[in-house]
């Protein structure tokens, strides 16, 4: 079993529909959780970045961490185009550096 | 990119050649990491550098080593490349560990084919 689970898709959305992608972990060491958007040929770049437990919301971005279901999630609403992306979960524990990452959700937008 | 640049940013290469990819920023980040991304496996760790000169193995290290002489530069290496190493390379920065140091920067990857 992996450390960090998440569904690779694609998930395809009609424009303007609220898109929900999420992960599950084993670690209840984790405490830092990070959402990355990497678009085709080019590398990953960060999204959201939340420590331990709640709600961080940035525009049309919402992350939310459930640490007592191991579960986290990413909202986007009023999906565009430009979202289509493949979006990738990552998560470490307090000390050290090494991220876990999911093996990405491929989101489709069509307009 | 957070000023990280990768070269090659492609590469073809023969079974059993040594290669070399490169990593260089200009942020002046204590951490450096290596990673390749393959279908169904996301990201995965091969090495990382936390100074000059101080590596450590990640979580598929074998078959690869690195090195790092400046604070700029890293450098990955498989000795004697195999078909299984054929992937997309991502090196990543950051500036510590804590709270708003440990977030990682990737740079645009290199995509390296062994046949």
């Known amino acids: 079993q992996k450390e960090v689970e998440q569904d690779p898709g694609p998930l395809s959305v009609p424009e303007g529909a609220i898109v929900s992608l999420n992960c599950t972990y084993s670690n209840s060491a984790f405490q830092y959780f990070m959402w990355y958007r990497q678009y085709s040929r080019k590398g990953p770049e960060l999204l959201m970045y939340t420590y331990s437990s709640g709600n961080k919301e940035d525009g049309r971005f919402t992350a939310q961490v459930d640490k007592s279901s191991k579960y986290i999630s990413l909202f986007i609403r009023d999906s565009q185009p430009s979202d289509s992306a493949t979006y990738l979960c990552a998560m470490k524990e307090e000390y050290g550096n090494k991220l876990v990452f999911g093996a990405g959700t491929i989101l489709r937008v069509k307009s | 990119d957070a000023g990280i640049t990768q070269s090659p940013r492609h590469k073809v290469t023969e079974t059993g050649t040594p290669v070399t990819l490169r990593c260089h920023q200009t942020?002046?980040?204590?951490?450096m990491y290596w990673y390749r991304q393959d279908p169904g496996h996301g990201l995965r760790l091969i090495h990382y550098s936390y100074g000059v000169k101080d590596t450590d193995k990640g979580e598929v290290s074998d078959g690869y080593s690195v090195s790092r002489s400046k604070t700029e530069d890293f450098l990955l290496t498989l000795e004697s490349a195999t078909s299984s190493q054929t992937s997309v390379y991502f090196c990543?920065?950051?500036?510590?560990?804590?709270?708003?140091?440990?977030?990682?920067?990737f740079g645009p990857g290199t995509r390296l084919l062994v046949l």
């Open positions: 942020e002046n980040h204590r951490y």
């Open positions: 990543a920065i950051s500036a510590g560990w804590g709270r708003d140091q440990e977030t990682q920067y």
